[in-house]
């Protein structure tokens, strides 16, 4: 099983900054089957990013997703009000797939 | 416009069983694997099982806590997906999402959910 480790646990920034979020995978994800997902207080996840790099359908361009083998990163490029939120990467290159343990992006 | 809607949660005893469903619309239920991930109260997401296409087989998967007591099974006629939940534990206690692959992503469009409680 690929463990996926997210940092950092928290991350505290103004409205307007960027942010920049890690994923590290105990092992190499094959094919960068990579995503990132985002989730809001009572609400569902959504997709914003795939591949490692291309964003979902919707996802505004301040969202960037890179990295390969075991270390990615989810950047955003000018923090808007909406993106104060839980983000959480997941393996889906081998079974079974896993998540992070998420990164919060919280209001400083 | 896809929906994914979850049904079938609910309070359960340990050791009991219990079936959710995803009812889906706005998509080629036949094309898509539909996977299950739950939640935890604050807690993080966990990815349960999926189930493939008729092309592929109706190919299963679980995560290893599951595996042996959970089933995902789907009725193409009912555009349905189903999670049977048997010998739950309290560690099972969680939102159920349903959600749909899409361009090979597992989890390209999610339901809302559904609670699960396991306890006495």
């Known amino acids: 099983e690929i463990v996926l480790t997210q940092s950092p646990g928290t991350l505290s920034l103004s409205p307007g900054e960027r942010a920049t979020l890690s994923c590290r995978a105990s092992?190499?994800?094959?094919?960068?089957?990579l995503a990132w997902y985002q989730q809001k207080v009572g609400q569902a996840p959504r997709l914003l990013i795939y591949?490692?790099?291309s964003r979902a359908t919707g996802i505004p361009d301040r969202f960037s997703g890179g990295g390969s083998g075991t270390d990615f990163t989810l950047t955003i490029g000018r923090l808007e009000p909406e993106d104060f939120a839980v983000y959480y990467c997941?393996?889906?290159?081998?079974?079974?797939?896993?998540f992070g343990g998420g990164t919060k992006v919280e209001i400083k | 416009e896809v929906q994914l809607v979850e049904s079938g949660g609910g309070l359960v005893q340990p050791g009991g069983s219990l079936k959710l469903s995803c009812a889906a619309s706005?998509?080629?239920?036949?094309?898509?694997?539909l996977h299950w991930v739950r939640q935890a109260s604050g807690k993080g997401l966990e990815w349960v099982g999926r189930?493939?296409?008729?092309?592929?087989?109706?190919?299963?998967s679980y995560t290893p806590s599951v595996e042996g007591r959970f089933t995902v099974f789907r009725d193409e006629s009912k555009n349905t997906a189903y999670l049977q939940m048997n010998s739950l534990k309290i560690e099972d206690t969680a939102v159920y999402y349903c959600?749909?692959?899409?361009?090979?992503?597992?989890?390209?469009?999610w339901g809302q959910g559904t609670l699960v409680i396991v306890s006495s």
């Open positions: 959600t749909r692959q899409g361009g090979g992503v597992p989890s390209w469009d």
């Open positions: 706005g998509f080629v239920f036949s094309g898509s694997a």
């Open positions: 189930i493939e296409t008729k092309s592929n087989n109706y190919a299963t």
């Open positions: 092992q190499s994800i094959s094919s960068r089957y």
């Open positions: 591949g490692a790099s």
């Open positions: 997941q393996q889906y290159g081998s079974s079974p797939l896993t």
